[in-house]
């Protein structure tokens, strides 16, 4: 993961994270997205849309005009097959009054600073609804065959989010965020979002298994880590026990046995201009 925070606080990500974490997270269901009533949106707005990958279902699922925005010049070259797009800051988009009847984020508010000024700003931008679906990365769930990794994940998790500065939990309490805004909430439902891998193994489970070999992912997080509480020792003895781990994922993989399931909760808020 490569995370650059160098645009006014905000934790930004490259293309291959946002594909990796998002794949397939509206493969299976859509059912959290009927608040959104998108068969009757005519413009919707997606900010924060990354690589495009809730653009596109946004599309699939109206037939609205979808947009979507985003402050990353890379990010939005990828969103660009699946729907016109423009670079903007989520607290200051270049749009009228009323522009969109929705206006759509997804795992974006737990990465701003202020959250309630960009929630404040897509209720500018709509003339109805405003929604977004956010994660509480603090109660993500791991199973693995592999029985070091549940307790590893879970205290490299500790660690990360111990040293970001911003609300990586706030899925939970997104509505409170609307709230602030000024907007009327509408609803709030909870999507479980699951990652697995099993045999037969794909290129990037393959590569997630040599990562943890290395110890490159959570080198990745490193900085992070040590922002919290988390010194270097331990970070130390962190990083060593993570490669052993690694190394019995990577033998039940070779025996084609190793399986892990990783859950992710979403929240899927809904809110109307008032």
Not at 9 to 25: I, K, P
Not at 99 to 109: E, K, R
Not at 234 to 242: G, K, N, P, T
Request: with cysteine; proline share 3%.
């Amino acid at each position: 993961m490569t995370v650059d925070g160098d645009v006014q606080g905000v934790r930004r990500f490259d293309a291959d994270y946002l594909e990796a974490t998002r794949r397939g997270m509206w493969a299976d269901s859509r059912e959290a997205l009927v608040d959104l009533d998108l068969e009757r949106r005519e413009r919707i707005l997606d900010v924060g849309c990354g690589t495009g990958e809730l653009t596109r279902v946004l599309g699939e699922e109206s037939d609205a005009a979808v947009v979507g925005a985003d402050v990353d010049p890379a990010l939005l070259s990828a969103a660009s097959a699946v729907a016109p797009v423009v670079r903007a800051d989520a607290t200051d988009l270049p749009f009228r009054d009323d522009a969109f009847d929705l206006v759509v984020c997804q795992a974006l508010l737990i990465n701003l600073p202020d959250p309630v000024a960009a929630v404040r700003e897509f209720g500018r931008v709509s003339g109805d609804l405003v929604a977004a679906v956010e994660p509480d990365n603090s109660a993500v769930e791991v199973a693995s065959t592999v029985g070091a990794e549940e307790g590893l994940a879970r205290r490299a998790r500790e660690r990360f989010l111990d040293g970001v500065e911003t609300d990586v939990a706030l899925g939970a309490d997104a509505a409170g965020v609307f709230e602030r805004a000024g907007l009327e909430v509408v609803s709030t439902r909870r999507y479980d979002h699951e990652r697995t891998t099993e045999p037969p193994y794909s290129e990037a489970a393959v590569e997630d298994a040599r990562r943890k070999v290395t110890g490159d992912g959570l080198a990745d997080d490193r900085e992070t880590i040590l922002a919290g509480e988390t010194s270097e020792d331990e970070y130390d003895r962190l990083w060593s026990d993570w490669r052993s781990m690694g190394r019995d994922v990577v033998e039940q993989m070779g025996d084609r046995e190793y399986e892990r399931r990783e859950t992710v909760p979403f929240f899927v808020t809904v809110g109307r201009v008032e």
